[in-house]
């Protein structure tokens, strides 16, 4: 069993950059692949990013390329999510999920979840 508790939350104006953490335990950390999801107000939860166990291969959304940047510290157990450039479209409760899959980009693919992490981006 997988806990995951996500960090970094907050409130920040647009332009500005802000980094989540998602602390893991209870399982072999670096055999999982990792993901970040987001659910804005009102909406269904929606892929961000994705890092792969085997190789560290990383998978982007379109409206975060070049923006959000997913890494992972396996000595740690810890999964990133430095955001840049931020947008008010942003503004979500981002979710870490682990995934024993290696390619995994979709919900249903995930096995843990954490309880989220609010992100408020203003104009």
């Known amino acids: 069993q997988v806990q995951l508790v996500e960090s970094g939350g907050g409130v920040v104006r647009a332009g500005d950059s802000l980094r989540l953490s998602c602390a893991a335990s209870?399982?072999?950390?670096?055999?999982?692949?990792m993901g970040w999801f987001r659910q804005p107000p009102g909406k269904e939860r929606e892929f961000v990013a994705a890092?792969?166990?085997?190789?560290?291969?990383?998978y982007y959304a379109d409206f975060v390329k070049g923006r959000f940047t997913i890494s992972r510290d396996n000595a740690k157990n810890t999964l990133y999510l430095q955001m840049s450039s931020l947008k008010p479209e942003d503004t979500a409760v981002y979710y870490c999920?682990?995934?024993?899959?290696?390619?995994?980009?979709?919900?249903?693919?995930?096995?843990?979840w954490g309880q989220g992490t609010q992100v408020t981006v203003s104009s």
């Open positions: 999920a682990a995934s024993i899959l290696d390619r995994a980009t979709r919900p249903v693919q995930y096995d843990y």
């Open positions: 890092i792969g166990w085997i190789d560290s291969n990383t």
């Open positions: 209870g399982g072999t950390f670096r055999r999982y692949s």
